[in-house]
C-alpha cells in the first residue's frame, strides 16, 4: 500500500522558515494535501493541490511537490504556527487516501 | 455552511462492534461529487485515513481495516453511519468525520472536519 513519510520533528526560530517533507513513490505525480492540527483540535487544511492556500490561510504558507517530495514551507515562522503538520494524497491506483505520519514543528 | 458532528459511544468492550454516526448540514450527500469520509487519531499518534462513501453510494475502505469496516449513508437524514466489527485496544481514538471537498474546488482533500469523537476500548 501506498505510504508517506514526514520528519517526526522540526525546530525553527520566531520569524525564520521551517520546511517539512513528504515522502512517497511517484509523488510528484499526485497532488499532496498539507494539514494543520493544533492540540486538542482536528485538523485544518492549509494547502491543497501541491501550492494553493484556501481563503484565510496566511501567505506564510506555502507548497511545492516534485519527484517523491512534497514540501510544506512556513515563512516567517510565528508562535501560532507551532502544531503538527500532516501530508496527505490520493493513490489514484487503488481510490485511497493516504495521510503522513506527521510533523511536530516546535518554534523555540 | 458545512457543519459534522461524530457521535457515538465512548467506551466499547473488546470484540464488540462499534457504530458512530456523522449527522452534517451544509451540502447534500444525494449531489454529484459529494463524499464524507473518516479519519481516526490513536492518542499521540498520526492521522489514519478509513473509509469514504460518495454521493453515488461508491464506498472506499483503508485496505488494512476493510474487512472490519462498513459505511452506509441515510441522505434524508444528512447522516453517515460507520461500523468497525471486533474491536480492540488498538482501535481506542478519536474518530473523525469530514467532508471531501468537491473536484470543481480542488478534489480530493478534506476541507471540513467534525470535532472527532474519543473512543475507547477496554473491558
Known amino acids: 500500500s501506498y505510504e508517506l513519510t514526514q520528519p517526526p520533528s522540526v525546530s525553527v526560530s520566531p520569524g525564520q522558515t521551517a520546511s517539512i517533507t513528504c515522502s512517497g513513490e511517484?509523488?510528484?505525480?499526485?497532488?499532496a494535501y498539507w494539514y494543520q492540527q493544533k492540540s486538542g483540535q482536528s485538523p485544518v487544511v492549509v494547502i491543497y493541490?501541491?501550492?494553493k492556500r484556501p481563503s484565510g490561510i496566511p501567505e506564510r504558507f506555502s507548497g511545492s511537490n516534485s519527484g517523491n517530495t512534497a514540501t510544506l514551507t512556513i515563512s516567517g515562522t510565528q508562535a501560532m504556527d507551532e502544531a503538527d503538520y500532516y501530508c496527505?494524497?490520493?493513490?489514484?491506483?487503488?481510490?485511497?487516501?493516504?495521510f503522513g505520519t506527521g510533523t511536530k514543528v516546535t518554534v523555540l | 455552511q458545512i457543519t459534522l458532528k461524530e457521535s457515538g459511544p465512548a467506551l466499547v468492550k473488546p470484540t464488540q462492534t462499534l457504530a458512530l454516526t456523522c449527522t452534517f448540514s451544509?451540502?447534500?450527500?444525494?449531489?454529484?461529487?459529494?463524499?464524507v469520509g473518516w479519519i481516526r487519531q490513536p492518542p499521540g499518534k498520526a492521522l489514519e485515513w478509513l473509509a469514504l462513501?460518495?454521493?453515488?453510494?461508491?464506498?472506499r475502505y483503508s485496505p488494512s481495516l476493510r474487512s472490519r469496516l462498513t459505511v452506509t449513508k441515510d441522505t434524508s437524514k444528512n447522516q453517515v453511519v460507520l461500523t468497525m466489527t471486533n474491536m480492540g485496544p488498538v482501535d481506542t481514538a478519536t474518530y473523525y468525520c469530514a467532508h471531501r471537498s468537491p473536484l470543481g474546488s480542488g478534489g480530493y482533500y478534506f476541507d471540513y472536519w467534525g470535532q472527532g469523537t474519543l473512543v475507547t476500548v477496554s473491558s
Open positions: 496527505q494524497a490520493w493513490d489514484s491506483s487503488t481510490a485511497v487516501y493516504v
Open positions: 451544509g451540502f447534500s450527500l444525494s449531489t454529484s461529487g459529494q463524499g
Open positions: 462513501i460518495y454521493w453515488d453510494e461508491d464506498k
Open positions: 511517484k509523488l510528484g505525480d499526485k497532488s
Open positions: 493541490q501541491d501550492s
